[in-house]
């Protein structure tokens, strides 16, 4: 038996994690661009990066360390996402960390922007350089990391195990665009005090990584720097590994839905549930092609309850089904079953009522076994093109 | 040794074949939603339909014919899909038929618009047995089967082959929104007097596909109706296979890149060319995520030569490719040059000059091998979202 309570404040909370946020210049007008996560002891690290076949030099680096490093520093930019820019993007990270006036072991970078500019170097190297380890200021890391995101984006647990013990977990991330199954174009760093060995850190990264993150879209891009990190200092010798994996899920199941309601633009965070589909992996194929289709979007974008659109992109995406067996409802609202069409005009008026909503769900009964995959998505309408028209300025 | 002319006209122009279009009531304002294709002799007659697994009523009610039928009819209307309508839908299709006025050999419908909801089966009646077959109206056909296409869509040619003989091949399309590889949603008509056997009608067509129709894409959904439908009613006893090959190619051609030109809201076509991947295979895969890409679409609305979105697509798409030998333009401005990004303000300057065109190329050259392929796509602004926020209404 374990207790997993949501407490306020951000990860500064956990005994040992220190972090603030600051302004470098790499943003205009005096926005905060430049943050850090430091630890007073060194750290367990896994990570979980961007199957984007165009690693971003952060990614590049973070693997050139020895299997099994650990670290005490994180250093994190927005603005400028470090990708396309070659072994000189790497060697730009050793310069920054060369140059800082701090002793720091194996130190991390993680880089999130516009894609293809060298790093301005100085700048960083001058803010860092201004860093005061000894802050516990979480807003301010949050603000820093984020891009397009419309609010940041924190989440904290404390665990409390049968025997006494405790450990705290949490987690700050940024989203917005370029949301995609197989790791969204996010960065989420998680820092916990719990006893976790290793080898149960990337196990349990993976496994809910898969209904979190891997779950997730808002366009249906993956970026060049896509990371989950998660930093274990192990001070509160505390540990138990279903209670680890539950609120691991919790905060990864967090930071995935803040991002999906903040898609850029995106004013709905709709689930997409697919059940009795023929296997979990068509559910899921179903389930993704739901939650990326620009025509089913657009449509929750309009408050339009037009189902033809759902069934046809289940259609095509060619997983097993007949339209004798499909159910498809918004919510408990039944707009078609099995061939029938459930869609007078009283009937439309009650989906249209549950498409107000800011959440809700859409499932689809396709009737062909009992696979099932839920995939989160949002619509997608005018902010979404004005933000990304004109991005890099 | 042949020629093709372009000639003015619709597909009327080919000898035997009638058609018009009219308003049955199907869109408000009296506008043109009902169509015909006549021949005056029975049409030899082949099709590729989507690869939706809802396949719509029209498509199920053309396979039920035997294999090998030959039609003198295509009823066409807009507004209604006629899909997800179970078996009522092609009962529906056989009442039609049936209920007209006129002599028929296994007629064809097709039909594009909403889905979901039952066909207007006595407006629709009313509507055809009002047609007079020996109408020669092409323009009017053309505007009868548009949904949200922003402007009417044929194309005609005229064949003369070496021993003096010729034929014709004409073409009426509708497109717009849900364009995709794999067939895009649209409707095509080819009509043909050449003397085309029937096992060269289905090898042509498909050969030809792959790089006309699989080649475009506007949202990436692929519809429930798609479909390209080829009548040869053979009356000019003239054919030379390479000639009708080659003439087939021009017409699916053009009307793929008008259907593309004219996706929903958009401003601008765009060729994806691929160039040196491993093998055609990834070069067609790359060059479709490309054209698919929603970051990449919002950013040339935006005439934005944000190339880090183009290369960060090609990543994501798992290709083989490495940053070290990709080279990507647009139309002869290089911007990035393996590993070195060309982008001084004369040089963005000098591609935002490119972006600011109706039309060009988006040339990537992976490095890899021999591979290529070339697909086409559109910009995505407020426009698309405009009309896709509240389609049915």
Redesign the interface.
């Known amino acids: 038996m374990f207790t997993i309570l949501p407490i306020k404040g951000y990860l500064d909370k956990i005994d040992g994690f220190f972090c603030d946020g600051i302004s470098a210049g790499l943003k205009p007008n005096g926005k905060l661009d430049l943050g850090f996560i430091y630890s007073d002891t060194l750290c367990e690290t896994e990570a979980i990066f961007t199957?984007?076949?165009?690693?971003a030099a952060p990614l590049k680096h973070y693997q050139r360390y020895e299997k099994g490093f650990k670290t005490n520093f994180v250093l994190i930019n927005s603005k400028n996402?470090n990708?396309?820019?070659?072994?000189k993007g790497i060697e730009d990270i050793n310069t920054i960390f060369s140059s800082l006036n701090f002793d720091l072991t194996n130190p991390l970078m993680s880089s999130t922007g516009?894609?293809?500019?060298?790093l301005p170097v100085e700048k960083i190297v001058a803010g860092a350089n201004s860093f005061d380890l000894s802050s516990k200021n979480g807003e301010n890391l949050s603000q820093a990391i984020m891009t397009t995101d419309a609010y940041s984006k924190t989440s904290l647990y404390e665990v409390k195990l049968e025997d006494g013990s405790s450990f705290k977990i949490g987690s700050v991330a940024k989203g917005a665009?370029?949301i995609?199954p197989n790791l969204a174009t996010m960065l989420c760093f998680i820092c916990t005090d719990a006893a976790v060995p290793k080898e149960d850190m990337r196990e349990l990264l993976e496994q809910n990584s898969h209904t979190t993150f891997n779950a997730i879209s808002v366009?249906?891009?993956?970026?060049?720097n896509d990371t989950v990190l998660l930093l274990a200092n192990k001070k509160s010798n505390a540990y138990d590994k279903e209670a680890f994996k539950e609120a691991l899920r919790l905060v990864m199941h967090d930071m995935a839905m803040l991002i999906v309601a903040d898609g850029e633009g995106a004013k709905k965070a709709v689930a997409f549930e697919v059940i009795n589909a023929a296997d979990d992996k068509e559910a899921e194929i179903a389930a993704k092609a739901l939650s990326?289709?620009?025509?089913v979007k657009?449509?929750l974008?309009?408050e339009?309850p037009?189902?033809?659109?759902i069934?046809?992109?289940?259609?095509?995406?060619?997983?097993t089904?007949d339209?004798?067996k499909l159910v498809i409802s918004y919510n408990d609202v039944v707009v078609?079953n099995k061939?029938?069409?459930y869609?007078d005009a009283a009937q439309e008026e009650k989906a249209a009522k549950v498409l107000k909503n800011d959440k809700y769900k859409v499932i689809c009964d396709l009737g062909a076994g009992e696979g099932k995959f839920t995939a989160y998505g949002c619509d997608?309408?005018?902010k979404?093109?004005?933000i990304?028209?004109?991005?890099?300025?």
């Open positions: 199957l984007n076949k165009f690693q996402a990708a396309l820019t070659g072994e516009v894609i293809g500019n060298p665009g370029m995609n366009d249906g891009d993956t970026s060049t990326n289709s620009l025509l657009t449509a974008f309009g339009d037009n189902f033809g659109r069934a046809s992109t289940i259609g095509a995406s060619r997983v089904c339209e004798t078609f061939g029938e069409i869609f997608l309408g005018y979404y093109v004005e990304n028209a004109d991005y890099r300025t």
